[in-house]
């Protein structure tokens, strides 16, 4: 019987667990590995409400990034089974089975600390170091995303690698749940700039008359990502409310406030939309010191 892939959470390793929409069947689910030790209030993982876009989001670029200082334990161990961090990720390629986490974990920590955003392009993966960039590619159709490692899993059969939601979207998996994938390690060195176009052999230089690109040809500097802040998903509305309440004691008529419920059955707490990622970005930072913890940014479809 297939059972849910999930990653509880090891105190001194901050793991977090990953699982997809179709790897829970039946009643013989282990409580207490479905819930994290009691660190997530849905056992079954899910994908978010609504149908998200996903090609707004632009592609990352690969940077030198020193090891974090959570989740590289050498070895670690989870469910009495003992794994092993790579001490580099230089040359690393593989080829194997591909599935995503979402909802479920959202807005919880990964293993190195950081909180996970369905809505980015990242990864879990049991052995490479943390932070990695990997350029996977989906062997079915031949679709590419560039992820960032900063989680542990998936440990589920003989799953590579679980990448969020957003990622497997790129890929076009999200509703498949499973794909065939190639994983491609990106190591930059410090100092030196990632570039996506292989170098040539040297050819003769062609005389050219220079130019200057107009600006309308550049990228913006700060395409808007994502719409509003997550403050909390709750299962009673009355929950929801009280917080909703706090909000509105706090800053009044200067903040935006709406009560989603959602078709999963939780009651979403969300502030906005906000019209550039500076001014979400900045209101996370008041949210946050203002005492209403960490929000999540989300992209609402339209």
């Known amino acids: 019987m297939k059972v849910a892939k999930y990653l509880a959470a090891v105190s001194t390793l901050w793991l977090v667990g990953c699982t997809s929409t179709s790897h829970i069947n039946g009643s013989s689910v282990d409580y207490d590995k479905a819930s994290g030790g009691g660190r997530y209030s849905i056992l079954q993982d899910h994908a978010p409400s609504g149908d998200i876009k996903v090609d707004h989001l632009p592609d990352l670029v690969p940077k030198y990034e020193p090891k974090s200082r959570g989740g590289n334990k050498s070895p670690y161990e989870v469910w009495g089974k003992k794994y092993y961090v790579m001490d580099s990720a230089v040359g690393y390629t593989a080829e194997g089975t591909a599935s995503w986490y ?23 993966h049991k052995s490479l170091p943390l932070p990695t960039y990997l350029k ?36 076009g998996y999200h509703k498949k749940g499973l794909a065939r994938v190639r994983i491609e390690a990106i190591t930059p060195r410090p100092g030196e700039r990632y570039s996506s176009t ?12 220079p130019s200057v690109a107009p600006v309308s040809a550049q990228a913006p500097a700060n395409a808007l990502l994502f719409s509003h802040l997550q ?3 709750f299962s009673q509305q009355a929950s929801a409310a009280r917080l909703k309440q706090r909000l509105l004691e706090k800053f009044d008529t200067g903040i935006n406030i709406d009560v989603l419920h959602a ?3 939780l009651y979403k707490v969300l502030v906005g939309p906000y019209e550039s990622d500076a001014l979400l970005e900045d209101w996370q930072t008041r949210l946050d010191a203002a005492g209403f ?8 479809a339209p």
């Open 263 to 265: 078709p999963d059955g």
């Open 136 to 171: 996977v590619t989906n062997i079915d159709n031949q679709r590419s995303v560039i992820v960032r490692v900063n989680d542990r899993g998936p440990f589920h059969g003989d799953r590579l690698i679980d990448l969020s939601y957003a990622a497997a979207a790129r890929l």
């Open 231 to 233: 403050l909390g998903a």
């Open 102 to 124: 979402g909802q479920k974990f959202h807005g919880h920590k990964t293993s190195n600390g950081e909180t996970y955003d369905m809505y980015a392009f990242s990864a879990a």
């Open 293 to 300: 913890g960490k929000s999540v940014k989300v992209a609402l």
């Open 198 to 209: 292989p170098v040539a052999a040297a050819q003769p230089k062609p005389v050219v008359t």
